[in-house]
T-cell receptor, first 112, second 115 residues
Framework: ETGVTQSPTHLIKTRGQQVTLRCSSQSGHNTVSWYQQALGQGPQFIFQ???????GRGNFPPRFSGLQFPNYSSELNVNALELDDSALYLC???????????FGNGTRLTVT | AQSVTQLDSQVPVFEEAPVELRCNYS??????LFWYVQYPNQGLQLLLKYLSGSTLVKGINGFEAEFNKSQTSFHLRKPSVHISDTAEYFC?????????????FGAGTRLFVKA
């Protein structure tokens, strides 16, 4: 059973730039959720994808966008980066039912 | 709004002592609760879950939690902690919305086990 993998592990960007983060979901899972975890805080829900469509969104601006591909892998894109976007970005996969999330180890994004 | 409140930001405890990490949730018709653990530089791992049935839930690494509907609580307990239990612990709740379930997390409790 292949777990959730995220790339890259670390990334440094400059304010105003754009970034793409990638996630491969666990085999057998068709739903991917993205979370932002600022230092010392709990994960905040960004959005969820199911069958290549956005399936719910948290309180994040439109410059946060995503994609899900036919193999259920996913991307998170952030445009016009701001300093406050510095955080650990976590991807989690799950079945569509009420099952627990399986997390990757995250991508640490630093915006300078 | 749906919410999860973890009452303690940090809990220091000596090795082999018991520990309780407190969690309260906002009430709803259906309640699905989880505890996750996060070790440094890693993602979150599931410790245990409550979906229905027995209110005492046993998880991995000797942890257990009790679902208390009247007090809207889901506290995590371990009778004897080890140094290796030092980590961040998150209480979480699934909420049903259009398109399925979404998981919301508390702010976390840092458990620090001292020798």
């Amino acid at each position: 059973e292949t777990g959730v993998t995220q790339s890259p592990t670390h990334l440094i960007k400059t304010r105003g730039q754009q970034v793409t983060l990638r996630c491969s979901s666990q085999s057998g899972h068709n739903t991917v959720s993205w979370y932002q975890q600022a230092l010392g805080q709990g994960p905040q829900f960004i959005f969820q994808y199911y069958r290549e469509e956005e399936n719910g969104r948290g309180n994040f601006p439109p410059r946060f966008s995503g994609l899900q591909f036919p193999n259920y892998s996913s991307e998170l894109n952030v445009n016009a980066l701001e300093l406050d976007d510095s955080a650990l970005y976590l991807c989690a996969s799950s079945s569509r039912d009420n099952s627990p999330l399986h997390f990757g180890n995250g991508t640490r994004l630093t915006v300078t | 709004a749906q919410s999860v409140t973890q009452l303690d930001s940090q809990v220091p405890v000596f090795e082999e002592a018991p520990v309780e990490l407190r969690c309260n949730y906002s009430s709803s018709v259906s309640v699905y609760l989880f505890w996750y653990v996060q070790y440094p530089n890693q993602g979150l791992q599931l410790l245990l879950k409550y979906l229905s049935g027995s209110t005492l839930v046993k998880g991995i690494n000797g942890f257990e939690a009790e679902f208390n509907k009247s007090q809207t609580s889901f506290h995590l307990r371990k009778p004897s902690v080890h140094i290796s239990d030092t980590a961040e612990y998150f209480c979480a709740k699934n909420r049903r919305g259009t398109g399925g379930f979404k998981t919301i997390f508390g702010a976390g409790t840092r458990l620090f086990v001292k020798a």
